[in-house]
């Protein structure tokens, strides 16, 4: 130890304060990387946040508006003969949405295996759907008004698509809304050790410079002494 404090004193005192100075710097250094990194993370996980969980659930909201709006439009074809161009329009337009979106949701590139196979059963019941109104529409065209009353009942094949598809829907929503508290509680995790980090340095730091302050001037009042 008294080997060591030797070879101290005998170091030249700008190369006292150069060293210490230099190892303060060093530690802001690494500081600002922890924090840079820190804030690179939170950054990325907010952006996949929206990209890839909170766009996907807009998506998958406007698909369930749609499909209430192709339910409309189709009762209202089967009861007001006047309007039923305009409501057949409308209902075609409203399952093109429906595709429209459902295919921009699974071009999301973080699609889970979970989601793939909820689609998988939104599809065949979307499927579904789309040929039981186009039967609908057929039966009216062919002047069956009771066939498709009957087709529009509470058990019938069409209702059934619909509730499968609309179902599939708010699970995904599910699927994503728990997808999206994950990334929030990722980001907060990255948020607390980065700030553990940055204030567990910058107080080793100002110890740091105190201590080395006290030493500095110690080491320079010995040598005047000398």
Request: proline share 1%; charged share 20%.
């Given at each position: 130890?008294?080997?060591?404090?030797?070879?101290?004193?005998?170091?030249?005192?700008?190369?006292?304060?150069?060293?210490?100075?230099?190892?303060?710097?060093?530690?802001?250094?690494?500081?600002?990387?922890?924090s840079?990194s820190?804030?690179?993370?939170?950054?990325?996980?907010?952006e996949?946040?929206?990209?890839?969980?909170?766009?996907?659930?807009?998506q998958?909201?406007?698909?369930?508006?749609?499909?209430?709006?192709?339910?409309?439009?189709?009762?209202?074809?089967?009861?007001?003969?006047?309007?039923?161009?305009?409501?057949?329009?409308?209902?075609?337009?409203?399952?093109?949405?429906?595709?429209?979106?459902?295919?921009?949701y699974?071009?999301?590139?973080?699609?889970?295996?979970?989601?793939?196979?909820?689609?998988?059963?939104?599809?065949?019941?979307?499927?579904?759907?789309?040929?039981?109104?186009?039967?609908?529409?057929?039966?009216?065209?062919?002047?069956?008004?009771?066939?498709?009353?009957?087709?529009?009942?509470?058990?019938?094949?069409v209702?059934?698509?619909?509730?499968?598809?609309?179902?599939?829907?708010?699970?995904?929503?599910?699927?994503?809304?728990?997808?999206?508290?994950?990334?929030?509680?990722?980001?907060?995790?990255?948020?607390?050790?980065?700030?553990?980090?940055?204030?567990?340095?910058?107080?080793?730091?100002?110890?740091?410079?105190?201590?080395?302050?006290?030493?500095?001037?110690?080491?320079?009042?010995?040598?005047?002494?000398?």
């Amino acid at each position: 130890q008294e080997r060591k404090m030797n070879l101290l004193n005998d170091l030249k005192i700008g190369v006292r304060l150069i060293g210490g100075f230099v190892l303060i710097a060093l530690l802001s250094v690494v500081m600002l990387i922890i924090s840079y990194s820190g804030a690179h993370t939170i950054n990325t996980n907010t952006e996949n946040l929206y990209s890839n969980r909170l766009q996907p659930i807009q998506q998958l909201a406007i698909v369930n508006a749609k499909f209430q709006e192709s339910r409309a439009d189709t009762f209202r074809y089967v009861f007001i003969s006047e309007s039923r161009t305009e409501s057949e329009n409308a209902t075609t337009q409203s399952l093109a949405d429906i595709s429209k979106y459902m295919q921009a949701y699974q071009n999301n590139p973080s699609i889970t295996d979970e989601e793939k196979a909820e689609i998988a059963k939104f599809t065949k019941a979307f499927q579904d759907y789309e040929t039981e109104v186009n039967d609908i529409f057929y039966l009216v065209r062919s002047g069956d008004q009771q066939g498709a009353l009957n087709a529009l009942s509470t058990d019938s094949a069409v209702v059934t698509a619909r509730k499968d598809a609309t179902n599939s829907i708010d699970r995904l929503i599910e699927i994503n809304n728990s997808l999206a508290e994950d990334n929030v509680s990722a980001a907060q995790n990255v948020f607390t050790r980065t700030a553990t980090a940055i204030i567990s340095i910058g107080v080793f730091n100002t110890l740091l410079a105190i201590g080395l302050g006290i030493f500095i001037t110690l080491t320079i009042t010995m040598a005047i002494r000398v």
